[in-house]
Structure formats: C-alpha cells, structure tokens
C-alpha cells in the first residue's frame, strides 16, 4: 500500500504565504512525477506544478514566479511554497505522485486526500 499525505492547507489573506507538504510512505521502489493539482468549487481539477525525479520542474502560467515546487528524495516528500496569494487561488490542492511499489513492480499514479487553501480578499 502507498499513501500520500498532505499538510499545510489554511486560510491566508491575499499577498500572504503557505507551504504546503506531501510525505509519500508505504512499499515505494521509485517515485518518479510528483505534483501539486487544484480543484476551485465548480471548475475542474488543474496541474499547478510538478517535478521529476531530477529536479526538472513544470508550472501553470498562473502561479509561475508565485509558486515554488521542490522535493526531498530521501524523505519521499514533495513541497509547494506559495506567495503572494490571490483569491483566485483558493481551491482544494492535491498531491499527485507516479510511484513504482517495491515487491510487485507495479508504476501506479497515486493520489492525495488534499488539503484546502482559502486565500481572503
């Protein structure tokens, strides 16, 4: 069993910052993509940012130089620090990981339970 757990969701005022976590743990090989989406009331779930195993990051144009994406491979942990925070912002964001599971080798895209941003005006 795999399973990503986020922390860190809250409310923050517009300009204002939060970090959010995703610790991934269970019978984990490798973790190739992970990622942060986001689902606003009404409108469809969105990549916000991801990164590869190497480093190499990928934003929406949206946050690009408003949100940063980083991971820690020893502690199988995926960070978003995001600044100057809009209303437009607000929306439930969850961490996505491709994991390859130890045992069986199994590469399975596993999903998050998510964590919600409200962002005030």
């Known amino acids: 069993q795999v399973q990503l757990v986020e922390s860190g969701g809250g409310l923050v005022q517009a300009g204002g910052s939060l970090r959010l976590s995703c610790a991934a743990s269970?019978?984990?090989?490798?973790?190739?993509?992970m990622g942060w989406y986001r689902q606003a009331p009404g409108k469809q779930r969105e990549l916000v940012a991801s990164?590869?195993?190497?480093?190499?990051?990928n934003y929406a144009g949206s946050v690009k130089g408003r949100f940063t994406i980083s991971r820690d491979n020893a502690k199988n942990t995926v960070y978003l620090q995001m600044n100057s925070l809009k209303p437009e912002d607000t929306a439930v964001y969850y961490c996505?990981?491709?994991?390859?599971?130890?045992?069986?080798?199994?590469?399975?895209?596993?999903w998050g339970k998510g964590t919600l941003v409200t962002v005030s005006s």
């Open positions: 990164i590869i195993s190497g480093g190499s990051t």
């Open positions: 269970g019978n984990i090989d490798i973790i190739n993509t």
């Open positions: 996505n990981a491709i994991i390859q599971t130890s045992g069986p080798q199994y590469v399975l895209d596993y």
